[in-house]
């Protein structure tokens, strides 16, 4: 297959060095300090092998300009939420009839009511897709879904550092098996992922907004840890409560989470003291990618009745806090 990563940050560079290292035809969008690094020394990756770290080299092509690679089997768009605009102004030179596109990103993503209520799916939910743009450009049908439940980072341009997990769920947004998931599944896991794949890819893709629309914005205005956050007992209050306004949601929309905010809690803690991507974005000047983590959800509230006190609280504070800081771009 000709695979073409959109977005070679660290998870698009950990998928495109982990497939160009199986051996597979890999590509890449890239620009300035990453497209030079790339272009001189390869796609460099560091994974830890029996307690050592160990560093690779593979060969990525990498452009500016996707009319330079042409129609792809495999679009991979692994970007902040905050650049998928300009990613549907630019992707259509990398797009064929028989394109699929999987969608690796944070949040709600513009394809999420693809498959679910057919009311929800003709609304328009500006806090992912203003105007319908993103939608017109990159059609639902021909998306993939895929939820990242690993971490790595980018130390510097054209490295990838992957520090601890390796799954990855993909899945139809419109239900079901499909031979193209099928397909996706077989290569990354060829590429030395752990592939599971979902029949209802919108319940991963909520079950990990439940957990991170919380710890995300509140570490970023704080700049506290996680651990810090879920030690506090009025925090840990605030975020449970808001967790519970975002189950109400998820079960009006046929997406109901099995546990409690507590028993979460519980999971995360146990991960330690760790930097929130949000907070990681603040601390380089990036602008957060806040509404497809927060906004949306308020706007879903309001779409499906269910009262969001908290959440709003929680939006304010984080909007307020990027806007001073010129991190809030809308």
């Known amino acids: 297959m000709r695979i073409c ?14 497939l160009a290292a199986a051996g597979q035809q890999v590509s890449a969008i890239a620009r300035g300090a990453t497209l030079a690094a790339v272009t001189s020394g390869g796609l460099r990756l560091i994974e830890t092998v029996d307690g050592k770290p160990v560093q690779s080299a593979h060969p990525v092509r990498v452009a500016a300009d996707p009319a330079e690679l042409g129609v792809q089997d495999l679009v991979v768009i692994s970007v902040k939420t905050t650049g998928l605009r300009e990613v549907a102004r630019r992707i259509a030179p990398l797009i064929g009839p028989q394109t699929i596109v999987l969608s690796a990103m944070n949040g709600v993503p513009w394809w999420f009511f693809h498959g679910l209520d057919a009311g929800l799916a003709a609304r328009e939910w500006p806090a992912i897709d203003e105007g319908g743009e993103v939608g017109r450009a990159i059609a639902a049908d021909r998306v993939l879904g895929c939820v990242v439940h690993l971490a790595c980072a980018m130390p510097e341009p054209g490295t990838v550092r992957h520090t601890q997990g390796q799954k990855l769920i993909i899945g139809e947004p419109a239900g079901g098996d499909s031979e193209r998931c099928a ?5 990354l896991t060829g590429a030395g992922f752990e592939v599971e794949v979902s029949q209802r890819i919108q319940q991963a893709v909520w079950f990990k907004l439940w957990g991170n629309m919380t710890i995300n914005p509140i570490s970023a205005f704080t ?16 975020v449970s409560a808001a967790m519970r306004e975002a189950s109400a949601i998820g079960a009006k929309m046929g997406l109901p989470i099995a546990i409690t905010p507590e028993e979460r809690h519980v999971v ?10 949000m907070l990681q974005d603040v601390e380089a000047g990036k602008p957060v990618e806040l509404d497809s983590l927060v906004t949306i959800v308020v706007e879903l509230g309001r779409a499906l009745g269910v009262a969001t006190p908290v959440i709003d609280s929680l939006l304010g504070l984080a909007r307020l806090h990027a806007r001073v800081h010129g991190l809030y771009p809308r």
């Open 5 to 18: 990563i959109y977005g070679l940050g660290a998870v698009g560079g950990l998928m495109a060095a982990r």
């Open 183 to 187: 397909r996706v599944a077989a290569l």
């Open 268 to 277: 995360t803690r146990k991960l330690g003291a760790f930097k929130s991507s």
């Open 223 to 238: 700049g506290a840890t996680t651990d810090l956050i879920l030690d506090d007992p009025q925090v840990r209050d605030f």
